[in-house]
Antibody, heavy 122, light 108 residues
Framework: EVQLLESGGGLVQPGGSLRLSCAAS????????MSWVRQAPGKGLEWVSSISGSGEGTWYADSVKGRFTISRDNFKNTLYLQMNSLRVEDTAVYYCALRYCSGGRCQYFQDWGQGTLVTVSS | QSALTQPRSVSGSPGQSVTISCTGTSSDVGAYNYVSWYQQHPGKAPKLMIYDVIKRPSGVPDRFSGSKSGNTASLTISGLQAEDEADYYC?????????FGGGTKLTV
């Protein structure tokens, strides 16, 4: 059974930093693409970032490019999201998600964690 | 890279059918058969319901079906049940980025 457990959320001031973690189990983590998706309070889903199984490929939404960094430790089966220069509009529940990819194309989010809340406020 | 367009809300009575539309462009929804749909109950994580436009993951009832015509994908839920009341999001993965629809609240 796939399990994704996020941690690291909390309250941070504008301009501050936070690192989210996602501990994965139940599948071959090192060969699986992963993503972060966020949801602001009362709003819809927004893709944030994705990373290939090896970690060599990374992709970002324009809204976070240059401020957020996705990474992974395939020995620890853990996905990370380093968030710098945080803004009030980054306030959201951040979900870790397992992506299904085939033939070089990533097609859908197969499994999701329960999310961790990040609040950016002074 | 604009969000996909969904109706904000739909409703139906138990036993009826409803269809939720998801409109994109010829560069995303219309370009590839990589449309997926997610169900989200309040306070819960999203759950995959449909992938590759028409396919259902194991465990998803066959009351849920997907289709696509041109730049518009659709999710149809037949034989509505109370537990189907939730938010539904469409998603397209046209390339290195991902697009979600704004979400549709289904009231049963």
């Amino acid at each position: 059974e796939v399990q994704l457990l996020e941690s690291g959320g909390g309250l941070v001031q504008p301009g501050g930093s936070l690192r989210l973690s996602c501990a994965a189990s139940g599948f071959t983590f090192s060969s699986s693409a992963m993503s972060w998706v966020r949801q602001a309070p009362g709003k819809g889903l927004e893709w944030v970032s994705s990373i290939s199984g090896s970690g060599e490929g990374t992709w970002y939404a324009d809204s976070v490019k240059g401020r957020f960094t996705i990474s992974r430790d395939n020995f620890k089966n853990t996905l990370y999201l380093q968030m710098n220069s945080l803004r009030v509009e980054d306030t959201a529940v951040y979900y870790c998600a397992l992506r299904y990819c085939s033939g070089g194309r990533c097609q859908y989010f197969q499994d999701w964690g329960q999310g961790t809340l990040v609040t950016v406020s002074s | 890279q604009s969000a996909l367009t969904q109706p904000r809300s739909v409703s139906g009575s138990p036993g009826q059918s409803v269809t939720i539309s998801c409109t994109g462009t010829s560069s995303d929804v219309g370009a590839y058969n990589y449309v997926s749909w997610y169900q989200q109950h309040p306070g819960k994580a999203p759950k995959l319901m449909i992938y590759d436009v028409i396919k259902r993951p194991s465990g998803v009832p066959d009351r849920f079906s997907g289709s696509k015509s041109g730049n518009t994908a659709s999710l149809t839920i037949s034989g509505l049940q109370a537990e189907d009341e939730a938010d539904y999001y469409c998603c397209s993965s046209p390339g290195s980025y991902v697009l979600f629809g704004g979400g549709t609240k289904l009231t049963v």
